[in-house]
């Protein structure tokens, strides 16, 4: 028992030793790679673009259900001129990044780790280390570094419609004068909840495209399964383990920054 | 016939891999001249895509040494690696095109990687390469969008595109049919021609190889058990050639005798 267990947590660690030396080469190979900027304008628009509908949906959705709940709960208090308060914190310091992280783990993420596991199978990464193409420089920098643009981007996006989501229900729907909403909301946001916001959506964008391509990139080392099977296999870790890392990552950056 | 020098190309010495307790090359040793087209032969699992692999450094030998113009390939000389890579392409079986690229894409991008020329030239000699394929036509085409012969073309042709002056084809006739196989092989030979670079081709098509070939290395159990010519090849006494050779015959002598087996079980009933 206590055998497994140390090999299990053995394994943990070498697995995150070899994750951070991954991330490590993928920076490394940033230096001296030739046509970086096209990969990485290709990456942010398979991360910018394809993702905006989801982003868009899910963010005025959001901002639409806060309003409705912040509307009841704060009515109880009679505070209801505080709901743009509510909602735009709420969006800003937590809803946005997270939300935002996990919706573009869900496509854009699970996409990348499906593409590099097809890639491994099918030699085409083989291919490039044979040409002479750093396989790191070519596949992963550019989307990291993609993503260390994208997410802050997008987050701020899925803000913007969240706040108008919220004052759709709490004033459209439930009578609260517009103005009152958005006086609320231009009081309770300060530069440091901005700052915050940032940090962690550039956070979560580099934890979670380095966590999707890691595992897409090494689908070939799955040990349950090989071919398409590894494929899956790699892809649903990849996006179990980003989804984790961004909750978990959050609890951590709020706890400093708070 | 390729110009041959004094020198071989490449050279290989003692290669030798092992994956957990299954040796797969054990001191395979070959040389392969300038300008020549060499076919490694070999049944199945014999060890002849590894044997290409440790060529390109896509898998690494646990022991023994490769050449390549007189240089060592070991770990340590990067510079003589890269020197390599520069020089030599390789042609998967697989053919591992880039599926979400077009077949322009897929010859330019080897140029777009490891060159500074300029986008124009690079398109250029890209077209060039496809031109000279006769896939010119069907250049915005995805490879999933193409024939197995041309996917085939397709692949030669990001090959050969840095001009390099090796190329590893590792068994490019596999899964074809008679007549596509002779094409393949025909293709081989005449790009090899065309643009001069020394070809080591691994494929267990014997008729073919012997057709094609300069010269043919028979790999057997990790070892090189042949070298030579194809007619020296044709004429070997040695057991394992003879066995590889004549598996033609010794499948019509297993054929006939199972008939004849049939035939007499038949009577017994």
């Known amino acids: 028992m206590l055998r497994a267990l140390g090999r299990y947590s053995l394994s943990i660690v070498h697995e995150l030793g070899d994750y951070a030396l991954f991330t490590g080469q993928a920076f490394r190979s940033a230096v001296g790679a030739r046509r970086l900027w096209r990969r990485i304008v290709r990456a942010g628009f398979e991360q910018g673009v394809r993702c905006l509908p989801v982003i868009l949906i899910v963010g005025m959705f959001t901002g639409l259900v806060l309003g409705l709940q912040g509307y ?25 990044p997270a939300l935002a992280a996990l919706m573009l783990v869900g496509q854009a993420g699970s996409a990348l780790a499906a593409e590099l596991g097809i890639q491994r199978n099918t030699e085409q990464i083989a291919a490039l280390e044979t040409m002479g193409v750093s396989s790191h420089a070519y596949l992963v920098t550019p989307r990291l570094l993609a993503a260390l643009v994208v997410y802050p981007m997008q987050t701020a996006l899925f803000v913007v419609v969240g706040l108008w989501g919220g004052s759709l229900s709490g004033s459209l ?66 996006v179990v383990q980003s989804s984790i890392i961004v909750l978990a990552a959050d609890y951590v950056i709020t706890s400093f920054l708070v | 016939m390729g110009a041959e020098t004094n020198q071989p190309l490449l050279r290989i010495e003692g290669l030798f891999k092992r994956f957990e307790e299954n040796v797969v090359l054990d001191g395979a040793s070959l040389n392969v001249a300038r300008g020549s087209l060499v076919s490694v032969l070999g049944r199945s699992g014999a060890g002849k895509s590894v044997l290409l692999k440790c060529l390109a450094d896509v898998v690494r030998p646990d022991a023994g040494s490769i050449f390549f113009d007189g240089k060592p390939l070991g770990v340590g000389n990067d510079a003589a690696r890269a020197d390599f890579r520069r020089r030599c392409s390789f042609l998967f079986q697989s053919n591992a095109l880039f599926d979400s690229l077009t077949a ?61 002056e090796l190329v590893l084809f590792d068994e490019p006739t596999a899964g074809l049919d008679p007549l596509r196989r002779n094409a393949v092989f025909a293709m081989i030979a005449k790009y090899q021609r065309q643009f001069g670079f020394t070809a080591l081709v691994v494929t267990h098509d014997l008729a073919e190889a012997l057709i094609a070939s300069d010269r043919v290395a028979l790999l057997d159990k990790g070892r090189m058990c042949f070298e030579g010519t194809p007619a020296e090849f044709s004429a070997s006494t040695a057991t394992v050639v003879g066995e590889f050779r004549d598996s033609a015959d010794a499948l019509g002598r297993t054929i006939a005798a199972i008939r004849r087996g049939e035939a007499l079980q038949s009577e017994d009933s």
């Open chain 1, 173 to 238: 729907l439930l009578g609260l004068e517009p103005g009152v909403y958005w006086s609320a909301v231009e009081h309770a946001i300060k530069s440091q909840d901005v700052r915050e916001c940032f940090t962690k959506a550039a956070t979560f964008g580099l934890l979670t495209i380095s966590l999707c391509a890691y595992h897409g990139f090494n689908a070939h080392r799955c040990s349950s399964a090989t071919g398409a099977r590894a494929v899956s296999a790699s892809t649903t870790r990849a």
């Open chain 1, 72 to 96: 009841y709960v704060l009515n109880r208090f009679g505070s209801e001129s505080l709901l743009g308060a509510l909602v735009s914190l709420s969006l800003v310091r937590e809803l946005g």
């Open chain 2, 104 to 164: 322009l894409e897929n010859v330019a991008l080897p140029l777009e990687q490891t060159t500074d020329l300029p986008d124009k030239e690079i398109r250029e000699r890209s077209l060039e390469a496809l031109r000279q394929i006769e896939l010119e036509v069907h250049q915005d085409r995805y490879p999933s969008q193409l024939s197995g012969g041309m996917q085939k073309r397709l692949a030669l042709a990001r090959a050969i595109v840095t001009r390099p």
